[in-house]
């Protein structure tokens, strides 16, 4: 069962275009993690968002957290080719950090 | 600063071989993790501790087993390795609580055939 749904589960884009990805669950979440994924490396962490409504920004990503803290998003504007990797969202159950199945996003030039 | 360091990077494995995929860290992480990566799958937890002597399962378990004898690492045994095992594997840190960054390896790429 997965805790975390992500949408949609490939993207592929032309360089320039704006994009948004997506993390849902049926329960509320007191935060979530957006992680960023590279062929042959590890995840590594992008943002937190915590708060209700919030909204961060990291360059060309904006993340947002839904006022019911059940949902996330990430859209990025003017995609380049080095944001191809896979998206990730993930959640704390406990101790344990969960993951969704990720969105695979590809740019081209 | 090294952070998480997984060996080997790459391994086949015979059906029924067993092994032994090694995770340090040098953070003073209380917590670690072991997740198994296949496509269009994510990432999904094998086992972790909350610290040294202390591990619990996660969502997927079976075919392997985990110790924590010490803080810095947390190595993952498959006892006897079958085809369904053929993934990625990452091992992960972070500090306990709240919404602390974990930190990945480069992960293990193993075949078992």
């Known amino acids: 069962t997965q805790l975390l749904e992500q949408s949609p589960q490939f993207l592929s884009i032309q360089e320039g275009e704006n994009l948004t990805v997506y993390c849902n669950s049926s329960?509320?979440?007191?935060?979530l993690q957006w992680y960023r994924q590279e062929p042959g490396e590890g995840p590594v962490l992008l943002v937190t968002?915590?708060?209700?409504?919030e909204v961060k920004k990291l360059k060309r990503l904006t993340f947002q957290f839904g006022d019911a803290r059940k949902d996330s998003s990430l859209h990025i504007t003017a995609a380049q080719p080095g944001d191809t990797g896979l998206y990730l969202c993930?959640?704390?159950?406990?101790?344990?950090?969960?993951f969704g199945a990720g969105t695979i996003l590809r740019v081209k030039s | 600063n090294a952070g998480v360091t997984q060996t080997p990077k790459f391994q086949v494995l015979k059906t029924g071989q067993s092994m032994t995929l090694q995770c340090a860290q040098d953070?003073?992480?209380?917590?670690m993790s072991w997740y198994r990566q296949d496509p269009g799958m994510g990432l999904r937890l094998i086992h972790y501790?909350?610290?040294?002597?202390?591990?619990d399962q996660g969502e997927v378990p079976n075919g392997y087993n985990v110790s924590r004898s010490t803080t810095e690492d947390f190595p993952l045994r498959l006892l006897s390795a079958a085809p369904s095992q053929t993934s990625v594997y990452f091992c992960?840190?972070?500090?306990?609580?709240?919404?602390?960054?974990?930190?990945f390896g480069q992960g293990t790429r193993l075949t078992v055939v």
């Open positions: 953070m003073n992480h209380e917590y």
């Open positions: 501790s909350v610290g040294a002597g202390i591990t």
């Open positions: 968002v915590v708060t209700g409504g």
């Open positions: 993930a959640r704390k159950y406990g101790n344990k950090l969960v």
């Open positions: 329960s509320v979440f007191s935060s």
């Open positions: 992960a840190s972070s500090y306990l609580g709240g919404d602390t960054e974990a930190f």
